[in-house]
């Protein structure tokens, strides 16, 4: 089945540092990929839409100056939290679709912890 | 805003019975639900997803229900294992501009099952 897979896992960064995640469709080529945001006992949000070779979409609230979302190959999307501060912790989550798939497989997350 | 929300937070059963989570939907347009289960730590895990031109699905142990006269879908386990503990949102499909779905998830239902 199609798989999405994150990296890193897990991130500690110091505050006003930048820290890049990296979400990328194993098996198929995804010309859409998607970022959540979920903060602890809450539910996912949606971030931005990530479109190869063109801007992304960001929903009404998210700075896109802060988190840069980079599509460059049908494979992977890079999302880069900038400057990051304690409120930035969260679990950062993305999802693609394989064409024609009724699936929209998740990657596996990735926590962040800015300290 | 348009919105997809949660009866119940928790849901406590014992194992072996059947379990039903509940999830509203404002958006009288949505025409696709899906189900997701998300373990501790880790991406959403697709379960069973409906569109709107049915009102009931089965997979392996799980049936989804719509009710689009009161905006309502559930999503029914059958013979609840240890396994199932998890959090279960159900989402909502809506097309981007680009023809690929993007998801708007509910607030979650914890699901306890008791051995």
Not at chain 1, 51 to 57: P, V
Not at chain 1, 94 to 107: H, I, K, Q, V
Not at chain 2, 37 to 54: H, L, T, V
Not at chain 2, 57 to 86: C, E, F, M, W
């Amino acid at each position: 089945g199609a798989v999405v897979s994150q990296h890193p896992s897990w991130v500690i960064c110091k505050s006003g540092t930048s820290v890049k995640i990296e979400c990328r469709s194993l098996d198929f080529q995804a010309t859409t990929m998607f970022w959540y945001r979920q903060f602890p006992k809450q539910s996912l949000m949606l971030m931005a839409t990530s479109n190869e070779g063109s801007k992304a979409t960001y929903e009404q609230g998210v700075e896109k100056d802060k988190f840069l979302i980079n599509h460059a190959s049908l494979t992977l999307s890079t999302l880069t939290v900038t400057s990051a501060h304690p409120e930035d912790s969260s679990f950062y989550i993305c999802s693609a679709r394989p064409s024609g798939a009724g699936d929209l497989p998740f990657g596996p997350g990735t926590r962040l912890t800015v300290l | 805003g348009e919105s997809v929300g949660l009866h119940l937070p928790t849901l406590s059963v014992q194992e072996g019975d059947n379990s039903i989570i509940n999830c509203a939907y404002s958006n009288s347009a949505s025409d696709y639900f899906i189900w997701y289960k998300q373990e501790s730590g880790k991406g959403p895990q697709f379960i069973i997803d409906i569109r709107s031109n049915m009102d009931k699905r089965q997979g392996q142990r799980v049936t989804v229900l719509l009710n689009k006269t009161v905006k309502h879908l559930s999503l029914q386990i059958a013979a609840t294992q240890p396994g199932d503990s998890a959090v279960y949102f159900c989402a909502e499909g809506r097309f981007m501009d680009t023809g690929r779905r993007a998801l708007t998830f509910g607030s979650g239902t914890r699901l306890q099952v008791q051995p």
